[in-house]
């Protein structure tokens, strides 16, 4: 499956369903991943301290571009009202990673 098929429900039925395990408590209530041939979808979520000390992220705010920019398709849509964050991390990216988007929100 290629990067952008998971949002293809005739080839992705299940959409990013794996679920993550050892995610950092002090950031995240839970979350769930899909590996494809060219890397893996996140889709996390904060929990309830971090949504009240980040309450919205909107990359029209300077700020918030300049921290989020570099992550891959990163998406905040669903951040104000299911603390949702997705975002995709290709085979080859090192730094951008969920390990990097846990760090900037402790």
Known sequence: MKKNDVWNQEINPDGIS???KGLEPLVWFGGYFLKTDDGVWYEVY???TIKKETPNIDLS???DKETYENF???NFDHYKDDKQITF???N???QYTLDELTDILI
């Open 18 to 20: 794996n679920e993550l």
């Open 46 to 48: 904060v929990n309830d």
């Open 61 to 63: 705010n300077t700020e």
């Open 72 to 74: 891959h398709n990163i």
């Open 88 to 90: 995709f991390v290709p």
């Open 92 to 94: 080859d990216e090192g």
